[in-house]
């Protein structure tokens, strides 16, 4: 190999892979060392030194330089065969790292690629020279990927793996917004709008506070753009997720109530010592504040960088009067110390186990001694207070585990079919009353075993579902009627039989009165069963 061969080399590598030229020829002076190491042996001092301007190659054996036949004998064809692939090696590990420093530099901006393939959940994600690694968990919620789509990430992550680079992508952090924002606004691109503070949930909502310098231009107005032709693109590809574009403020007293729209704010509590904000509203804008599941409070919160605890004037007087009587109670403690924590927003036995002792010490005007002893007993309270509530939202859990097994207990299918027999023969004991009271003692006594059944059917009613307790109701009926003609029928061939036997007019109009209490009897027995 002569030097314009390895300047020609060199080149090309330098050009196709983008590896700086001196690298190529360090890899160059190792392929050819190696290979001289494998024809003289590991016993010989050797060195080797490419000319960077001719690209002639030279190799000393213990301080001499060889011959150009020796060393045309040294880089034979198997050595030559390992120099190749040292060549190769140290070519893969130039583009490792310099794909490894291209893309660390592009941390927190944006990459387009195209969706390759999928690994589970994951997205592979082309760029290009390297594979981009879009995890389940970085994705925005909700949305779903295809094949060959084109997709927007940043960069927030690039790790050497081996011979490879993996870099991380991500579709949910908050670096993406601010991102889309300098590439769909030229303001924010110019810095002449800058973006202050941002705060987002993918997929559902996002924060953005920005501010300018210059008075002319309004910041907000030029972020929506011409019938939020700007502000639209940009929810567009982040699958229709809302921002809420705030005016910044150095003041609180005027950014929170910015960050808290479209919610309207009344009043402003600064508490300084626990970096705190209560936000008083009206009681008709109190869930407009919070948010669905506290998202606009808990957004807002991240976008001031304060603790935010919304709730209305009369909440908080109550609250002010819970906790100064609590505190009033602490060892050491008296009414004035507690007011003036109470006005500092100190609210709970937590707010208090975390006060600094000189804090303390100042406001109160206590000892060291004084001031551990009082924050220990809050801090023991404290404890005692989660320890409850989280005994309590057991009991809750287990009380609600257990009522269904019970419910279900209570009405097993078998019962409602046993409570239609056991009613039946109430129904025909009236029609046995009507032939007289000369009836014999087993129909008294048969009377008296069948009339306690009526409450247990009744109990049984009540735990049949509606369907069975209208086929139930049904099939009674039936029965009932059945059992009604039944006994009808001898009731009335009675007093045809006793007709014709008695001689007496009298009878005969007796037995006609007693047929027709009979038939009236069972009518009226049948109408209250159906």
């Known amino acids: ?211 300018c310098y210059d008075t002319k231009i309004d910041c907000v107005g030029a972020c929506v753009g011409v019938r939020g032709s700007r502000i639209k693109n940009i929810v567009d590809e982040l699958a229709g997720e809302r921002i809420d574009i705030v005016r910044w403020n150095d003041s609180l007293q005027v950014l929170v109530p910015n960050s808290m729209q479209p919610a309207e704010v009344e009043d402003v509590i600064l508490c300084p010592m626990l970096g705190r904000v209560i936000v008083l509203v009206r009681e008709d804008q109190l869930s407009l504040a919070i948010g669905k599941r506290g998202q606009n409070v808990r957004l807002a919160s991240k976008l001031v960088g304060w603790d935010i605890e919304v709730m209305t004037r009369e909440e908080l007087d109550e609250q002010l009067d819970k906790s100064v009587e609590a505190f009033s109670e602490v060892p050491g403690v008296n009414e004035e110390l507690a007011e003036n924590l109470v006005a500092q927003g100190f609210f709970s036995f937590y707010d208090l186990s975390v006060i600094e002792p000189d804090q303390l010490a100042e406001l109160g005007g206590l000892s060291a001694e004084e001031c551990e002893v009082i924050v220990d007993y809050a801090d023991e309270a404290s404890e005692r207070q989660e320890a409850e509530e989280a005994e309590a939202k057991a009991q809750a859990k287990g009380t609600g585990v257990e009522a269904a097994p019970a419910d279900s207990v209570s009405a097993p299918p078998g019962d409602s079919v046993s409570a239609p027999p056991v009613a039946d023969p109430v129904s025909a004991s009236p029609a046995a009353d009507a032939e007289g009271e000369s009836e014999s003692d087993e129909s008294a ?39 009604a003609e039944e006994a009808a029928a001898p009731v009335e061939e009675a007093p045809v039989e006793e007709a014709e036997t008695s001689d007496s007019p009298e009878s005969e109009s007796e037995a006609e009165e007693s047929s027709e209490a009979a038939e009236e009897e069972v009518a009226a027995e049948t109408e209250e069963t159906s």
């Open 445 to 483: 006594d048969g009377d008296a075993e069948e009339t306690p059944a009526e409450p247990t059917a009744d109990a049984d009613e009540v735990t049949e579902t509606p369907v069975e307790e209208a086929a139930a109701e049904a099939e009674e009926a039936a029965e009932d009627a059945s059992v």
């Open 1 to 211: 190999m002569n030097g314009a061969e390895v300047l020609r080399v060199v080149d090309t590598i330098h050009r196709d892979k983008n590896i700086d030229k001196e690298i190529v020829f360090m890899g160059v002076e190792q392929a050819i060392l190696s290979a001289a190491r494998k024809h003289f042996g590991e016993e010989y001092e050797l060195t080797a030194d490419v000319d960077r301007d001719s690209g002639e190659p030279t190799v000393k054996c213990d301080g001499e330089d060889l011959e150009p036949e020796v060393l045309g004998d040294l880089l034979g064809r198997i050595a030559a065969q390992t120099a190749k692939q040292v060549m190769i090696q140290k070519i893969r590990e130039a583009e490792r790292d310099a794909l490894f420093g291209e893309y660390s530099e592009m941390k927190g901006y944006i990459v387009t690629g195209t969706i390759s393939r999928f690994d589970g959940g994951s997205a592979i994600v082309s760029l290009g020279k390297v594979d981009g690694f879009l995890p389940r968990s970085e994705q925005i919620p909700g949305e779903s990927h295809r094949m060959n789509e084109r997709v927007r990430a940043v960069v927030i992550d690039v790790r050497k793996a081996g011979s490879r680079v993996k870099i991380i992508l991500s579709r949910n952090h908050p670096d993406l917004v601010l991102r889309l924002f300098e590439l769909e606004i030229p303001e924010v691109a110019e810095r002449v709008i800058e973006v202050r503070s941002l705060a987002r949930e993918a997929g559902y909502r996002s924060k953005v506070a920005v501010s």
